[in-house]
């Protein structure tokens, strides 16, 4: 019996050094710019909280509709949905750029200028083209649990939102 107590306060120990990852608000985020060029456009932002490594924000330019069907938050329109997740801590104030690699929906995440040092992994969830026009488009970002094609309201946590 002693031993099985000592095992479950080693494992209770390791877990309370993990690291959770950062639950943003909508006053946390804002984004500082976009580039609708398909093949080597982007977008950036900033957090004004230090973001934890492992940290993931959703991006989409899928839109969003007025009256939330049973269906979810977005429209059922093809569009592209992103993942950004931080590899190491972001403290809060730095940039974020995703960058377009020339290959169409796909993008490489910067600290900084363009030049700046990787620090994270964007995905191509639903492994869409890019479809940010270089005018009246809207990219937004959302904090969830995981990645699905649709949303409750109750399961999203809106971060803003981008127009060209």
């Known amino acids: 019996m002693k031993r099985i107590k000592t095992i479950i306060a080693m494992v209770a120990l390791a877990a309370g050094g993990a690291q959770a990852a950062t639950a943003l608000g909508s006053t946390d985020f804002a984004f500082t710019g976009v580039n609708g ?39 059922t329109t093809a569009e592209t949905f992103w993942s950004w997740t931080a590899a190491a801590d972001v403290l809060a104030g730095t940039s974020v750029a995703l960058l ?19 620090n994270g992994t964007v995905s191509n969830l639903n492994g869409g083209a890019s479809n940010l026009s270089s005018g009246g488009d809207i990219l937004y970002a959302f904090q969830a649990a995981s990645y699905a094609t649709n949303y409750a309201p109750s399961a999203i946590t809106f971060l803003g939102a981008i127009a060209n």
């Not at 377009?100 to 900084?112: D, E, I, L, M, R």
Request: a negative charge; hydrophobic letters at 40%.
């Open 37 to 75: 060029n398909t093949t080597v456009g982007g977008w950036s932002f900033v957090s004004f909280v230090d973001i934890m490594a492992d940290t993931s924000i959703y991006f989409t330019d899928t839109n969003v509709l007025q009256t939330t069907p049973a269906a979810g938050v977005f429209s």
């Open 100 to 118: 377009g690699t020339g290959v169409n929906g796909q993008y490489a995440a910067k600290s900084g200028a363009a030049g700046g040092t990787a």
